[in-house]
């Protein structure tokens, strides 16, 4: 039987349909969905919660002339089926196909590039204000979930929002969830709204008013007085919005589109900022995501009827390796605390928050606060732990710098997710903390080779007593066994892994296919050394200056960003120490473009899998010698 969605090419042929047809087509685009994450993965309850806002939005607004902006971006599916990407939805976060987040490059519906949390409703309301300025008539709609919403940078624009009163919608996509229950006084302050609870409490406290009133005279007015405001206060709900300058609607049924699309259309006439709470349900119409919300916000390929994993992965993943040593590690030292920004399952913290409540804190989707939580906490005596993805601790530079490296304090920063991430495109590549920390003062910086060596590395930055940092990749460990015995570092120490000539200085993940690389150039008559560098920060000088024969070779790699990385870091030493008579590589990522694909995919595409390092550094031993260094000595 035809499909509704065969017919749909662009968001105007929504308009046509009956509120049946309307609703027989969010149940095809439920199925679209989950047929292609369960083959791709992707985020699916979030798309699975926006089917019919989605439909509403593009049944009310006229994209691309209106301009939607999705806050993280991770339930644009829908948007994506609808604007014209529907046949090349198949290839949703393949090498070569669409992306999971919206790409301007990608389509003119797609108004605003996101990935991070909390950034619409800045973007809409600098686009509102533009809009304006130039004289348009367009509507600007962010669609912001609760969770995005305690983000810093969410509040800093309602603050502005409510100070300029552009025409501007907000949707607010309330489903009670971030990945995990969302957290904090603002969310429950949306729950409370949503709840029914203010018309109870005025009940009652207008009745325990009226109890109290006098028969006559002044203590009557102002009773009066006092009722009055308590009604305004709690007959209008969403207050905290209306005072802000923001008008609140709400609670609205996010599943019924045609009360989805009264709202909308009011919100069109309003003329200045407006709000409209959507009650949805993350992962609507498929069981499993509703029982396992955490497991369905981001997941792999599964099979349908059961929701298990098509892949078993066998073996711990750096992020678990990490939470249980740092059980153990706080079982042993109760200063010991650990800090996420609404990633306790993505960081392997959710069994720390399990079996240590009391020394874990999820402080919502904000980087910025968790890092200066952390120097207060690091300022009364406490050693706290703040585990970050590393694309996310982005948001917090000056907060590392400004509240905790200045300082000199114990905090320790776990950056998981560091290096190529698959899947998610540009957004979520880890490749920029080695530049960004590199130049705090105090701060150490570690990338382990192994699982094992993590274990050490965290040991060893809690007992530091200085900021330092460990980053990791999204993978499983290589299968290493795990000491029991934890000891310390000592700060600079790399480890020399393999003898040789010339010198390989390998960062972290990098370590085991330089190796092979190694092994590989033997070969062609090519003799490295592998050394294990361990510290990106401070470095192993005295291990790089042993090598550093006049017309020797040394070559860097490291799964980040190659300028102002770890290589430039080596090539840094080598020129404070007069060393122009090297022959040198830094290996790394190159500044812009990430193709979208798994992780082994971007290796091969930018040179960092084991046949790419191999033919990088054959071509450096063919390539002349020598004008390189002149052109230095001259220069
Ligand atoms: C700055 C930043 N920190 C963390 C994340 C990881 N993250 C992606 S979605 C998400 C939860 C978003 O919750 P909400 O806005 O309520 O949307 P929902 O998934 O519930 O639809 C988080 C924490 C992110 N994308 N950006």
Not at 15 to 31: D, H, N, Q, V
Not at 406 to 434: E, K, S
Not at 444 to 466: F, R
């Amino acid at each position: 039987m035809a499909k509704i969605l065969d017919s749909i090419e662009r968001p105007s042929d929504i308009r046509k349909l009956s509120p049946e047809e309307l609703s027989t087509l969010a149940l095809e685009i439920r199925a679209l969905i989950l047929e292609t994450v369960a083959k791709n993965g992707g985020h699916l309850g979030s798309n699975l919660g926006v089917v019919e806002l989605t439909l509403a939005l593009h049944t009310v607004f006229d994209s691309p002339r209106d301009k939607i902006v999705w806050d993280v971006g991770h339930q644009c599916y829908t948007h994506k089926i609808l604007t014209g990407r529907k046949d090349r939805f198949a290839g949703l976060r393949r090498c070569g196909g669409i992306l999971g987040f919206p790409c301007r490059d990608e389509s003119e519906h797609d108004a605003y590039n996101t990935g991070h949390a909390s950034t619409a409703l800045s973007a809409a309301l600098g686009m509102a204000v533009a809009r304006d300025k130039a004289g348009e008539k367009h509507h600007v709609i962010a669609v912001v979930g609760d969770g995005s919403l305690t983000g810093g940078v969410a509040l800093e624009a309602l603050n502005q929002i409510g100070h300029l009163r552009e025409r501007l919608i907000i949707v607010l996509n309330y489903n009670e969830m971030s990945i995990s229950a969302n957290v904090g006084a603002w969310s429950k302050y949306l729950s409370y709204l949503v709840s029914g609870q203010h018309y109870v409490r005025m009940k009652d406290q207008a009745k325990s008013i009226l109890r109290s009133l006098p028969k006559i005279g002044w203590p009557l007015i102002k009773a009066g007085r006092a009722l009055e405001e308590l009604v305004k206060k709690t007959i209008f709900p969403g207050l905290v919005f209306t005072e802000l300058g923001i008008r609140y609607v709400g609670p609205v049924h996010g599943h019924n589109i045609q009360s989805l699309v009264e709202a909308f259309e009011m919100a069109k006439m309003y003329d200045g900022p407006i709000l409209i709470q959507c009650v949805t349900q993350k992962g609507r119409g498929y069981q499993p995501a509703r029982t396992h919300p955490e497991k369905f916000h981001g997941a792999g390929p599964f099979q349908i009827s059961t929701g298990e994993p098509l892949k078993r992965e066998w073996g711990p993943s750096f992020s678990s390796v990490f939470g249980n040593a740092l059980i153990k590690i706080a079982k042993k030292d109760e200063k010991v605390l650990a800090i996420t920004a609404a990633m306790g399952e993505g960081t392997g913290l959710k069994e720390f928050s399990e079996k240590l409540p009391e020394r874990f804190f999820d402080v919502g989707i904000a980087e910025q606060h968790a890092v200066t939580f952390a120097s207060g906490l690091a300022v009364s005596g406490f050693k706290p732990v703040v585990a970050i993805y590393s694309t996310f601790l982005q948001r917090a530079y000056d907060q590392v710098y400004h509240d905790v490296c200045l300082m000199d304090l114990p905090v320790v920063f776990v950056l998981d997710r560091a290096g190529i991430v698959p899947d998610d495109g540009p957004t979520h590549q880890g490749v920029n903390d080695i530049a960004y920390l590199r130049h705090m003062p105090h701060m150490i910086v570690m990338a382990p080779k192994d699982e094992n060596e993590l274990q050490h590395m965290l040991w060893s930055a809690l007992a530091y007593g200085h900021p330092a940092s460990v980053r990791f990749p999204k993978a499983k460990g290589l299968g290493v066994p795990l000491d029991e015995q934890l000891h310390v570092i000592p700060p600079g120490r790399s480890e020399l892994v393999k003898d040789g000539r010339d010198l390989l200085f390998a960062f972290g993940n990098m370590v085991a296919p330089a190796l092979e690389a190694a092994k590989a150039l033997e070969k062609d008559g090519i003799s490295l050394a592998v050394v294990n560098a361990r510290f990106i920060k401070p470095l192993d000088k005295e291990m790089i200056l042993r090598f550093a024969r006049t017309g020797g070779t040394i070559v860097t790699i490291e799964e980040g960003i190659v300028d102002g990385g770890a290589g430039s870091a080596v090539r840094e030493l080598l020129d404070r120490e007069g060393r122009f008579d090297i022959r040198f590589k830094a290996i790394g990522l190159p500044l812009e473009s990430y193709p979208l694909g798994k992780a082994e995919e971007i290796r091969a595409m930018v040179g960092l899998d084991v046949p790419g390092l191999t033919r990088q550094i054959k071509d450096l031993y063919r390539a002349p010698f020598g004008s390189a260094v002149d052109e230095r000595k001259s220069g």
